[in-house]
């Protein structure tokens, strides 16, 4: 199983990105995906989750400023994110899940500048 994110830049703050993460080597559809970030110095937490019925839940840092979304056609999860701010700023890293099964990506680099 392979997870590839996408979409990490640089970006003022106020402004938006969209990530990507694209899965390869299971069936994706049966997945809970999620999204998680590491900020510099910092633990790893979560961010985002969408569950395969797929109802959608965030971290109260996101709520109302990002969406989570897939595709399952595609093989691939989305993290919609507006308004970012300079604490937004760190790696970000996806993460499919099911029961014992888990999974993650290399991570991609968001950074917000203020």
């Known amino acids: 199983v392979q997870l590839v994110e996408s979409g990490g830049g640089l970006v003022q703050a106020g402004g938006s990105l969209r990530l990507s993460c694209t899965a390869s080597g299971t069936v994706f559809s049966v997945f809970n995906m999620r999204w998680f970030r590491q900020a510099p110095g910092k633990q790893r937490e979560w961010v985002a989750t969408?569950?395969?019925?797929?109802?959608?839940k965030y971290a109260g840092s996101v709520e109302g400023r990002f969406t989570i979304s897939r595709d399952d056609a595609k093989n691939t999860v989305y993290l919609q994110m507006n308004s970012l701010k300079p604490e937004d700023t760190g790696v970000y890293f996806c993460?499919?899940?099911?029961?014992?099964?888990?999974?993650w990506g290399d991570g991609t680099l968001v950074t917000v500048s203020s």
């Open positions: 993460n499919m899940v099911r029961i014992d099964l888990e999974y």
């Open positions: 969408i569950y395969e019925y797929p109802e959608t």
